[in-house]
């Protein structure tokens, strides 16, 4: 192990558990709690807000801190980005799902019939399920277009704009309320 990698690693980890022990306050400090009770005052929302500032900004600052270590040790690792990943109970239950998925494929592979094979056939029927619902419901609007006029094209297209605006005022307005939202529900927010 390089010299610079024995300095850098113990880095990384106190920044990880740093990470670790700072995301608790704030799942708990009640932003979750702010949808289920719509009687909340405004001071605690200011005081939420001030204190999620102050959790984002110490993570700011120490990811600073370890980038420019990182770039002290490796000149030429500069200009490329430094990803730095925490995670949590729902990423370990995943990594956990995927890897009995893995080795029920394995069983599967090998003819065995064992729980963890069972599994992944009932896993995979689900995907292959979904997917052709999905396959259906294309097809058939596919085919509901084709079948139109000119004219009822035009107002369908119109009636699915509509519709589609009215889902993206319900998905903003839920991320109002909830008052911090997911990368997902951003990117289709700034895809729409």
Not at 170 to 190: C, E, F, K, P
């Amino acid at each position: 192990m390089a010299s610079y990698q024995r300095l850098f690693l113990p880095l990384l980890l106190l920044l990880l558990a740093l990470m670790h022990h700072l995301s608790i306050p704030l799942f708990s400090c009640g932003i979750l709690n702010e949808a289920t009770s719509p009687l909340a005052g405004r001071s605690s929302d200011a005081n939420q807000h001030a204190e999620k500032t102050q959790l984002i900004n110490s993570i700011k600052k120490k990811t600073n801190q370890i980038r420019k270590m990182y770039n002290a040790l490796n000149k030429k690792n500069v200009t490329l980005p430094l990803y730095l990943f925490a995670n949590d109970k729902d990423e370990e239950k995943r990594q956990m799902l995927k890897d009995l998925f893995l080795r029920g494929h394995m069983d599967f592979l090998q003819g065995l019939n064992t729980p963890l094979s069972k599994y992944y056939l009932s896993m995979r029927s689900t995907r292959r399920a979904h997917r052709t619902q999905v396959d259906t419901k294309i097809r058939k609007e596919r085919d509901l277009i084709n079948g139109l006029s000119l004219e009822n094209k035009k107002r369908h297209v119109e009636e699915k704009l509509r519709e589609y605006r009215f889902l993206k005022a319900n998905l903003l307005q839920l991320h109002s309320t909830i008052g911090m939202g997911s990368a997902v529900t951003t990117a289709l927010i700034a895809s729409g």
